[in-house]
């Protein structure tokens, strides 16, 4: 049996200590490690966040369980952890696969999660006093800085969209801020989503692992989850949840382009999924983009 942090006691959780049979770490890096805890009555799997301070995850589903938002379900949670039920052994969940993105059904059901979550983040910014102050948004993380810094390690810095993108960066940011916030996912991916089990009623969806969680324009999201569905569920999607906003869309092209290659030159090799990213600065597509957003600010 391998062992939780020394800082968990499995009590506090309300779990008999006596009736645990297996611990198992899932996943651990620098930010939080992962466990399944095996008991008599079933199984669960625990969070555990080595920074509370920066740790959003369990602030996020607080935030949304108070909203109305599905979400797994929470058996406890503080600042440094969470208990969740284990996907793998849920009565009501299955985990997602790759087959399911092909699914009209699956569109279906993840355009009426996300119109869920967008309308609760609409709600809760209308409200100055009941903004989380500890939520940014994903444009935060562009400026001149971040820009200079990953264009030099990309080998783009002379490239004139990214000079072009230095310049223009915050006006573009303060345009898109001026935008109708509300709540992002920002990090769609079939291993994050879960589909409900039983046959009878609709499909269901909800999506899990909020450490990207943050503030935007509904689009943002939009355009995140149609860059994985295929076929007849990106379809659905699209015809499920509606018309998106124009305005959005033309300032969301750069800025998150922009954001995607500052993300990807963090990593030690340029992920897969930003070759088109880079792509689009040596082809001419992120100029375009930033002169097409600029004529909208």
Same mark, same amino acid.
């Given at each position: $049996?391998?062992?939780?942090?020394? *800082?968990?006691?499995?009590?506090?959780? @309300?779990?008999?200590?006596?009736?645990?049979?297996?611990?198992?770490?899932?996943?651990?890096?620098?930010?939080?490690?992962?466990?399944?805890?095996?008991?008599?009555?079933?199984?669960?799997?625990?969070?555990?966040?080595?920074?509370?301070?920066?740790?959003?995850?369990?602030?996020?589903?607080?935030?949304? $369980?108070?909203?109305?938002?599905?979400?797994? =379900?929470? /058996?406890?949670?503080?600042?440094? @952890?969470?208990?969740?039920?284990?996907?793998?052994?849920?009565? *009501?969940?299955?985990?997602?696969?790759?087959?399911?993105?092909?699914?009209?059904?699956?569109?279906?059901?993840?355009?009426?999660? !996300?119109?869920?979550?967008?309308?609760?983040?609409?709600?809760?910014?209308?409200?100055?006093?009941?903004?989380?102050?500890?939520? *940014?948004?994903?444009?935060?993380?562009?400026?001149? =800085?971040?820009?200079?810094?990953?264009?030099?390690?990309?080998?783009?810095?002379?490239?004139?969209?990214?000079?072009?993108?230095?310049?223009?960066?915050?006006?573009?940011?303060?345009?898109?801020?001026? /935008?109708?916030?509300?709540?992002?996912?920002?990090?769609?991916?079939?291993?994050? $989503?879960?589909?409900?089990?039983?046959?009878?009623?609709?499909?269901?969806?909800?999506?899990?692992?909020?450490? *990207?969680?943050?503030?935007?324009? =509904? !689009?943002?999201?939009?355009?995140?989850?149609?860059?994985?569905?295929?076929?007849?569920?990106?379809?659905?999607?699209?015809?499920?949840?509606?018309?998106?906003?124009?305005?959005?869309?033309?300032?969301?092209?750069?800025?998150?382009?922009? !954001?995607?290659?500052?993300?990807?030159?963090?990593?030690?090799?340029?992920?897969?999924?930003?070759?088109?990213?880079?792509?689009?600065?040596?082809?001419?597509? /992120?100029?375009?983009?930033?002169?097409?957003?600029?004529?909208?600010?």
């Amino acid at each position: $049996m391998e062992s939780l942090p020394a *800082q968990c006691n499995v009590a506090s959780f @309300g779990i008999e200590p006596a009736d645990v049979r297996d611990v198992n770490v899932l996943r651990w890096d620098t930010a939080h490690s992962v466990y399944r805890i095996i008991c008599e009555e079933g199984s669960y799997v625990l969070k555990w966040f080595h920074d509370p301070v920066v740790a959003i995850e369990p602030r996020v589903y607080a935030l949304l $369980m108070s909203c109305g938002v599905p979400t797994l =379900a929470v /058996l406890w949670h503080s600042d440094q @952890g969470l208990l969740l039920e284990d996907l793998d052994y849920s009565s *009501q969940w299955r985990r997602a696969c790759e087959a399911d993105i092909d699914r009209s059904a699956t569109g279906v059901a993840l355009a009426h999660w !996300y119109h869920c979550l967008h309308h609760a983040g609409r709600d809760v910014l209308a409200h100055p006093c009941l903004r989380p102050t500890w939520l *940014q948004s994903w444009v935060d993380e562009i400026n001149a =800085a971040s820009l200079s810094t990953a264009g030099a390690i990309l080998g783009v810095r002379d490239e004139p969209a990214w000079t072009l993108a230095i310049e223009h960066a915050e006006r573009l940011k303060s345009a898109f801020r001026d /935008l109708p916030q509300t709540f992002n996912y920002n990090d769609f991916a079939v291993e994050n $989503m879960a589909l409900s089990r039983a046959v009878q009623v609709p499909l269901r969806a909800i999506v899990f692992d909020y450490d *990207q969680f943050g503030l935007g324009p =509904a !689009y943002s999201d939009w355009r995140n989850v149609v860059s994985v569905l295929r076929g007849a569920s990106r379809s659905a999607f699209e015809e499920a949840y509606g018309v998106v906003d124009l305005r959005e869309r033309i300032l969301d092209e750069p800025l998150s382009i922009l !954001y995607g290659l500052v993300s990807a030159s963090r990593r030690s090799q340029l992920p897969r999924w930003a070759v088109p990213l880079f792509e689009a600065v040596r082809t001419g597509e /992120l100029e375009g983009a930033i002169r097409r957003a600029l004529e909208v600010t």
